[in-house]
């Protein structure tokens, strides 16, 4: 696999290419490890080299076995303030990383869903959190030199670190710090800064929206040019498309046991096109709270299925799901099979975020056969078209009749067609057209530079 040189035509070549595995070392990972997760396909599909950096907490070991067990090791250190010390001093200094070799002896296979399809892995101790502090106290960028020359360095998010000799590409999925700055716990300073300094020092950036790229231009005040909207796409495995209804029903049968609801004359069941779904973190720009007032005041008959780890001020909407158990299912965590099984048996998915950059949830129940409902604000209405059912995520009227107009008998002919509107509109962000956006992005950069 060859390396461009100047003046070759990025078209015809295979590059070299690194992103970043920021995200992708999250034990149970966020839409931004999706993104990175399907960034890597779209990047082989393309037929490029391609190679993953990580900031573990874990030192370089010198025996390549003992490398490897560590790298994928769960087990997870606090840093001895010294080491914090003194990883600000070498922060000045091009950090190199280590290559985790491939023994054949560490069994991959129970993860192999969850890592990115790349040829090498790379990491650099708490990389990351090094560049934070380098940014936060020093201000700049953390630079790496990797032992490979690579012709773009490719960061699934704003952080501030750069390959040296490489075009260093940023995607900024979002600016919600900026725009909902109540709602995330970022130091806006900070993070304002660090976003300024990248747009400054980037070779170009991505991101995953029209408005996001609006957002991004006008909040920065950087040229359009400089930002290009790719679009996302995410992979689900036909095999998981694919199960009967009768499987369908047998899988929903594991998650019973748990999320059985208690009501008056017995135990209602999870059953297949028989309950609402919510998918997403439970934090204040998903908009859950609303939600649930919509829910409740709807008077649905089907049970509400609330699947999502509880992140911060969580509390309001935590107690009303304990205050209404006989009509709302809390699941924290489930894997990504069983969520497929969840989208494809709802009776529709709701999505109604204050926010989104991209909104992932809506195209996985797209996907899936789900019909949505979701929001008419940022970038969900624009990833939905017509295809779903949009509601003002700060009216609780239009939440409530919209779960009203799915959750009413004789709507079966309407779920069916919204459904299938969704899987064409899905279409229009497959994995080969994002792989080919994402080709002529690179191209465009290579020439450039």
Avoid at 231 to 258: A, F
Avoid at 408 to 421: H, I, P, V, Y
């Amino acid at each position: 696999m060859r390396c461009l040189t100047d003046g070759a035509d990025p078209r015809k070549h295979a590059m070299r290419i690194m992103i970043d595995g920021l995200n992708l070392a999250l034990s149970q990972g966020t839409g931004v490890a999706t993104y990175a997760r399907n960034l890597s396909y779209c990047i082989k599909q393309n037929g490029h080299h391609l190679s993953v950096l990580y900031g573990k907490p874990v030192a370089p070991e010198k025996d390549p076995l003992l490398r490897e067990a560590m790298f994928f090791d769960n087990v997870r250190k606090e840093r001895p303030l010294p080491e914090y010390y003194l990883d600000l001093i070498r922060s000045f200094a091009p950090y190199s990383p280590s290559e985790i070799p491939q023994t054949g002896q560490v069994l991959r296979e129970q993860i192999a869903e969850s890592l990115p399809n790349a040829d090498v892995f790379y990491n650099i101790k708490n990389l990351f959190f090094k560049a934070s502090a380098k940014f936060e106290h020093f201000g700049g960028m953390l630079e790496v030199k990797l032992p490979e020359q690579v012709d773009i360095a490719h960061w699934t998010y704003p952080a501030p670190i750069r390959i040296k000799g490489a075009r260093n590409i940023y995607t900024m999925h979002d600016i919600v710090p900026i725009k909902l700055p109540y709602t995330t716990l970022d130091v806006k300073r900070n993070y304002i800064n660090m976003l300024r300094s990248i747009a400054r020092s980037a070779d170009h950036i991505v991101t995953v929206s029209d408005v996001s790229k609006r957002d991004i231009v006008d909040t920065l005040g950087i040229s359009e040019s400089k930002v290009t909207n790719t679009y996302q796409s995410v992979s689900i495995p036909q095999s998981m498309l694919q199960d009967s209804d009768s499987q369908l029903d047998i899988n929903l049968e594991t998650i019973n046991p748990d999320a059985s609801l208690n009501v008056k004359g017995g135990v209602r069941q999870v059953r297949r096109g028989e309950f609402f779904l919510y998918v997403g973190a439970i934090e204040p720009k998903k908009n859950l709270k609303r939600i649930l007032e919509g829910y409740l005041a709807s008077g649905a008959s089907q049970p509400l299925v609330v699947v999502g780890r509880q992140a911060w001020q969580c509390e309001t909407e935590m107690k009303m799901i304990e205050r209404a158990t006989d009509r709302i299912v809390y699941l924290d965590y489930v894997p990504f099979t069983m969520l497929v099984t969840l989208m494809r048996s709802a009776r529709a998915l709701i999505f109604a975020s204050l926010y989104e950059g991209f909104g992932l949830p809506v195209l996985e129940a797209f996907q899936c056969g789900a019909p949505v409902i979701t929001a008419d604000a940022s970038s969900t209405a624009e990833v939905a078209g017509d295809a779903a059912l949009l509601v003002d995520p700060y009216d609780i009227c239009q939440i409530r009749d919209a779960f009203r107009a799915l959750g009413a008998d004789g709507t079966a002919d309407l779920r069916s067609e919204m459904a299938e509107k969704g899987r064409r509109r899905a279409e229009a962000f497959s994995q080969d057209k994002i792989a080919a956006r994402l080709e002529e992005c690179y191209s465009s950069v290579m020439q450039a530079a």
